[in-house]
């Protein structure tokens, strides 16, 4: 308890300690808290309401008593886009009040047998009270709960609150009289009474005069307001809940202290009361009563009248904070803090100008051409501002994953500077940026920047709006308008940039779409594009959100990955996504099988329209994919190895490297990409559910990729197909003959095929399919259950990387290019990445063996390879080293492990990271016909883990440890656990691990 | 304003010409003048006839300590001594007495010109190697500025050995050019510099890249510190190099207080 003081004289109000921060919504008690009693005049802080509400304030108004009191008292009639709500009845009803009466939005109603055990409780609590000499009356009979009066004298029958300390003297020797030490003893008497009386979960409180017996209190009416906001993304560190009663009174828990649930628990707190015994922890005791209150709320609206920069809910479990790093990490948090919107990536750089700083706008699927090869194109900087501070004062920048938004803190006191920006999710295209710092230290400075590295920019304004745009040799472009807005005081600057933007890779767009853009954000306002945005997260989270009790790191690098996954992907038109997204210029921007394979499952999962979008992009470069098959007299459809933007290879034919200048092969032998497209056809369809997507428009995905192998494959004597002069997954061994990767793949490819093309007909093609299929080699052991990865691969010198470095390793640069090549030394899952991909395509049982042999012989030189290794450990049970490849992976960006992160994340391991957890620790599959199975390995670190998902056309969630498992679904789905039979799974359903294995306990 | 200085301590042996043809080849670069210096231990005659041929003042001083030299070059004037390796191409040693001593206990930059040295002039190519460090870097970065500004090509060099081999590699192309270019802008000064990386020995690499790049000076930073076990790649490079050695030091208390980068093994944790 913080010792009690003498309440704030009003008239040093202006030196009082008001949180300086910006709320998104405002909890608050009425009666003491709001105004000064029932009867008061509240017409001054209806207008601040209804202001905030205007403002885009969420307020919810906490009472005990019912909705005639306090909406006839208040009448606030507030026009939005804040949200009024009255919760009261002591946390059993919520109305919603808007121009009309207010409307019930949620009401908890006591069933006939709850209300008979309230009775009896409250007729049994005054018998008892009697018994101790205390007269008590039962003065009503509320919703939920009974009310006791312990002190029925005419003279104390409407108390005002004013004269609190007059009633609590006056009860208090009531108590006393009785034998009790005060109001708690009496309270506790009565929660007696009512366990006696078997009410459920009874709430009793006392607001001194009386004990009230309840189904619900206050806390349910915090509950719902902060489960509310959660809901539109405004977790509690956004929420000011205020009161006049947390400290307790009479021995008796304060009121308002119930407003303090766990979902409150980042919210500032603060009391305006007299709180004569003081105030709990964390709460912030300004005293004052109403008429502080309401200077509260002034200063809520000044903020917002200003245009002041939002906050962020310091959540350390959501938030990546990045600070007083060494000068060179700098451009790398500068790839781990782009926001995006889906299309535009917007690298994190500060404002200014400056050393050691890469700012770049980015636009997924607009190229341009450079000398040797495609690029992604460069757009036209937009958050550009003129900062002059000391350059060595410390920046923090913190990206908050909860609601994709970044804050920068620099300086404090009056040299304070903060800026926060985000990339709209709701309204394509729009960027905004506000920035707040002493006038002499920041300002404006011209609107739009050309790229650092693109000569010529066009650029002009039409009337405040500017544009700006850079032009593709391709013929494509990307234009940028922008509208910044100043506002000026004594001691601070104010600036507000919305911005928006539009690109096409084939004609540069006009200025006035990107106009168009800046008006419809400039209508829609900064606060209310940012209430917007973060309610759409909050929605995305809801399908994606992954937590991990017991390891707090992995579960943020897990939520960081899930972050960057979900805003580089646009959910409509095709979807671009290149090895490096657009969070930097690295790879250019071509797409890789780590599109397919590595990103796609995770956006299936949580956003399955991204996922469409993606395999859109494929559909639409089958043309050149079927060309390419033609160009090397072969049928169907070669994806290449590298695509950008017409489908055609645009893979490099050289590098240079520490051993001179050598060719890249991948181009022409990495064929595997044909069968990892119809792998990503068909799982998006299993995962999703979405079977048209097969029988129209994914259909070509996968018969013209399996028409490909079927001319692609070669017959020996012996009538035992091959595919020869290839590369798998494991590039440091070029063109191999039967690689087990591509050969299996394209199996499974042809079965995959026979399988459609019986659905719809054409049953020839099916067995034909089915038999060059059986034909093709794997290169399978049966007597060591081993896949050889590619013709000869044993003969080579087996070398045992394990054994001779720490991992990871490039061994490639360790040993030489042609001594990996000679020998066993792999650079990645091969030959697994089939159990990973394909389980049921591969040999029952033969995982572990595998696993044993291949993993010591792999370098983890590749940045693909710790996260499907971690998934396929915990697969076979060895869960702490596949914990320790996880860590490793989520580390690879987050702590720059490749020495590369400044030019862009690596999408394809923040992918793996999500299917380590999901195909590896969790252990899911889909069933075929639906449904999924799961099978979970957790690490001893792990207490639980919690996995959100979507899951044919279903919202899923799944909460395993060691012995238990709990899956919550919002339509009836078949679940079958660790191998056992289906189950038909409604609503919520927990397995609990027995010593003959798991067993359904409950429904 | 006083000049700045290059001191050129030769002998009498051959190596002395080699040793003032640098000085003078470095002379411009810096806007310096050279004085050579020479101390009287078995007559003057060789030091004199070169000094005079090639027109350097010398100064010939009496068996002086060779602390005293060393102090000489705490002079803010002196910003630079050149001393030759060894007296004969022969010599087993990576460098003589007074070349190590010089090296070893100056503030400033020392130049050790081997005994076959090439020397070229004016100066156009030089390789400084970086081993990833910001202590070496920051050592190596007012030099390289410095050659940079007077229009000297500066070529970068780094070797992956076993302690600094990636982590990963996924592409050579791109993530090499990724590499390169994140390792360029943390520790090289100039931008547009080149970065050749090999992967091996790195005082093997150091002296065949010097070689395959053709250049004309190779600037090393180092710990001045050439007991047992430390220093191999200076050692090797001494001992091999056709070219002069430009050794700088680095300053331990910037070596101190600057951790390894983040992008090679040290990543570790």
């Avoid at chain 2, 050579?36 to 004199?48: K, Q």
């Amino acid at each position: 308890m913080h010792g009690s003081t003498e309440p704030t004289p009003l008239g040093a109000r202006a030196r009082l300690p008001l949180p300086d921060r910006r709320f998104e919504a405002l909890v608050f008690d009425w009666d003491g808290t709001a105004v000064p009693d029932r009867q008061a005049d509240a017409s001054e802080v209806r207008e601040r309401i209804e202001a905030l509400c205007r403002a885009g304030v969420d307020v919810f108004i906490v009472s005990g008593t019912h909705v005639g009191n306090v909406d006839g008292q208040l009448r606030a009639r507030p026009t939005g886009p804040g949200r009024l709500f009255l919760c009261l009845n002591r946390g059993s009803e919520v109305f919603r009040v808007e121009d009309g009466d207010p409307v019930l939005v949620w009401r908890h109603t006591a069933t006939p047998d709850e209300n008979a055990a309230l009775d009896r409780a409250a007729a049994r609590a005054v018998e008892e009270l009697a018994r101790h000499g205390l007269e008590a009356r039962i003065v009503s009979e509320r919703l939920n709960r009974r009310k006791i009066d312990i002190i029925p004298l005419p003279e104390w029958d409407d108390p005002p609150k004013a004269r609190i300390d007059e009633l609590l003297d006056a009860v208090m020797k009531r108590v006393h009289r009785s034998g009790f030490t005060g109001i708690a003893d009496v309270v506790s008497l009565v929660m007696e009474t009512a366990r006696a009386a078997e009410v459920s979960d009874p709430r009793v409180t006392s607001d001194v005069k009386h004990v009230e017996i309840g189904l619900t209190d206050k806390s349910d009416s915090a509950k719902w307001a902060l489960d509310e906001l959660a809901s539109r993304g405004v977790s509690s560190g956004l929420v000011l809940i205020a009161g006049d009663e947390f400290g307790p009174i009479g021995g008796a828990t304060g009121s308002d202290s119930l407003m303090l649930v766990p979902e409150a628990a980042r919210a500032t707190v603060c009391s305006v009361g007299v709180e004569p015994n003081g105030v709990p922890e964390g709460v912030q005791h300004l005293g004052g009563g109403p008429a502080l209150f309401n200077a509260l709320l002034d200063d809520q609206l000044a903020r917002r009248r200003d245009g002041r920069a939002p906050d962020i809910d310091p959540d350390p479990a959501w938030t990546l904070t990045l600070g007083k790093k060494e000068p060179w990490f700098r451009r790398v948090n500068e790839s781990l803090l782009t926001i995006s919107d889906g299309r535009f990536g917007t690298r994190g750089a500060r404002e200014e100008d400056g050393d050691g700083t890469d700012p770049l706008l980015l636009a997924s699927g607009v190229f341009e051409r450079t000398d040797d090869t495609w690029v992604l194109l460069a757009g036209p900087l937009w958050s550009n501002l003129l900062v002059h501070q000391e350059p060595q004062t410390p920046d923090v920048f913190t990206l908050d994953m909860a609601t994709g938004l970044v804050l920068r803190e620099r300086g404090d006191g009056e040299h304070r500077l903060r800026t926060a920006r985000f990339a709209s999710a709701t309204c394509a295209g729009v960027m905004a940026l506000r920035a707040e710092g002493h006038p002499d230290e920041v300002a404006t400075g011209p609107t739009l920047e050309p790229p650092i590295a693109h000569d010529g920019l066009e650029q002009g304004k039409d009337g405040r709006i500017a544009w700006a745009r850079t032009i593709s040799n391709l013929g494509g472009g990307i234009t940028v308008a922008a509208v910044t807005a100043e506002k000026l005081t004594d001691d601070r600057r104010v600036i507000e940039r919305l911005c928006g933007a539009t690109a096409n890779p084939h004609h540069v767009p006009e200025p006035s779409a990107a106009i168009e853009i800046v008006e419809r954000a400039r209508a829609v306002g900064f606060d209310r594009l940012l209430a917007d945005h973060r309610a759409e997260w909050a929605t995305r989270w809801r399908n994606a959100a992954i937590s991990i009790d017991g390891d707090p790191d992995t579960e943020k690098a897990v939520r960081f990955a899930l972050f960057h996954l979900i805003q580089a992907t646009p959910s409509e038109d095709e979807a671009s996504i290149g090895a490096r997204g657009v969070s930097g210029p690295a790879y250019g921007g071509h797409v890789f099988w780590d599109t397919d394979v590595f990103v796609l499952p995770v956006l299936a999962a949580t956003r399955p329209e991204a996922a469409r979008a993606m395999l859109e992009y494929r559909i639409r470069r089958l043309p050149a994919a079927r060309e390419a098959a033609k160009r090397r007299r072969l049928q169907g459809a070669r994806f290449p190895w590298e695509s950008a933007d017409d489908g055609h290879d645009v893979t490099p034919r050289f590098a240079r490297t520490p051993e001179g200048i050598v060719p890249i092969r991948t181009g022409t032998s990495e064929e595997h990409i044909v069968a990892d497209v119809a792998w990503a056809a068909v799982h998006y369809a299993r995962w999703t559910g979405d079977d048209e997507f097969l029988r129209g428009p994914g259909r070509a995905l996968v018969i013209d990729t399996a028409r490909y192998w079927a001319s692609k494959m070669r017959f020996d004597n012996r009538g035992r197909a091959h595919i020869y002069g290839v590369i798998g997954p494991d590039e440091y061994h070029e063109i191999v003959d039967d690689n087990a990767f591509t050969n299996v793949m394209a199996r499974w490819n042809l079965r995959q095929a026979a399988q459609l093309t019986e659905h719809d007909g054409s049953p020839a093609d099916a067995e034909y399919w089915r038999g060059i299929a059986h034909a093709l080699v794997d290169g399978y052991d049966e007597r060591s259950k081993i896949y050889e990865q590619f013709s000869g691969f044993r003969k080579l010198e087996p070398l045992i990387i394990a054994e001779m470095a720490d991992r990871p390793v490039a061994a490639d640069v360790l040993l030489g290019r042609r001594r990996v090549a000679d020998s066993q030394v792999i650079k990645q899952a091969d030959v697994l990445m089939l159990h990973h991909l394909v389980p049921e395509e591969v040999a029952p049982d033969s995982l572990a063996a595998n696993v044993d042999f291949y993993e010591p012989r792999t370098a983890h030189g590749s940045s693909l390879s710790p996260a499907i290794h971690a998934a396929l450990l915990a697969r076979t049970g060895e869960t702490e080293r596949a914990l320790e490849l996880l860590r490793l992976a989520c580390r690879l960006d987050l702590a720059d492990l490749t020495g590369t992160t400044a030019s862009g994340l690596h999408m394809a391991t923040l992918g793996g990271i999500w299917q380590a957890i999901v195909f590896g620790f969790l252990g899911m599959r889909t069933l075929e016909g639906g449904g999924f199975s799961i099978d979970a390995h957790l690490p001893a670190a792990w207490k639980a883990l919690e996995v959100n998902m979507r899951i044919q056309g279903r919202h899923v969630r799944v909460r395993a440890q060691d012995d238990a498992i709990e899956i919550v679904t919002d339509q009836p789905i078949d679940v079958s656990v660790a191998g056992g039979p289906n189950e038909h799974v409604v609503g919520s359903v927990s397995f609990d691990r027995r010593a003959n294995g798991w067993k359904r306990v409950s429904t | 304003m006083k000049k700045k200085m290059i001191f050129a301590g030769i002998d009498n042996s051959g190596s002395a010409r080699a040793v003032l043809q640098t000085a003078l080849a470095l002379a411009p670069l810096l806007d310096a003048t050279v004085e050579a210096i020479h101390v009287r231990e078995d007559g003057t005659s060789t030091a004199e006839e070169i000094a005079k041929e090639m027109n350097i003042p010398l100064r010939i001083v009496e068996t002086k300590p060779l602390q005293d030299l060393v102090n000489e070059l705490d002079d803010p004037d002196a910003i630079l001594a050149v001393v030759g390796a060894r007296d004969k191409p022969n010599d087993p040693r990576i460098a003589g007495h007074v070349a190590v001593t010089i090296a070893e206990r100056s503030s400033k930059p020392v130049v050790v010109v081997p005994p076959t040295s090439t020397v070229r002039a004016p100066i156009r190519k030089v390789l400084i190697p970086l081993d990833g460090s910001q202590s070496t870097a920051a050592a190596a970065k007012r030099v390289s500025r410095t050659f940079a500004s007077s229009g000297v090509e500066v070529v970068a060099l780094h070797v992956f050995d076993a302690a600094s081999t990636p982590l990963f590699l996924d592409r050579p192309d791109y993530d090499l050019d990724a590499w390169t270019r994140e390792f360029l802008a943390r520790y090289s000064a100039e931008p547009g510099s080149r970065l050749e990386l090999r992967s091996g020995r790195p005082g093997n690499n150091v002296v065949t890249t010097a070689e395959e790049e053709g250049v004309d000076m190779i600037a090393l930073a180092w710990r001045q510190d050439l007991s047992p076990g430390r220093a191999s790649v200076v050692r090797e490079v001494l001992a091999r190099a056709i070219v002069p050695v430009l050794l700088i030091p680095v300053k331990e208390g910037l070596l101190r207080s600057l951790i390894r980068p983040g992008i090679i093994r040290a990543h570790r944790h």
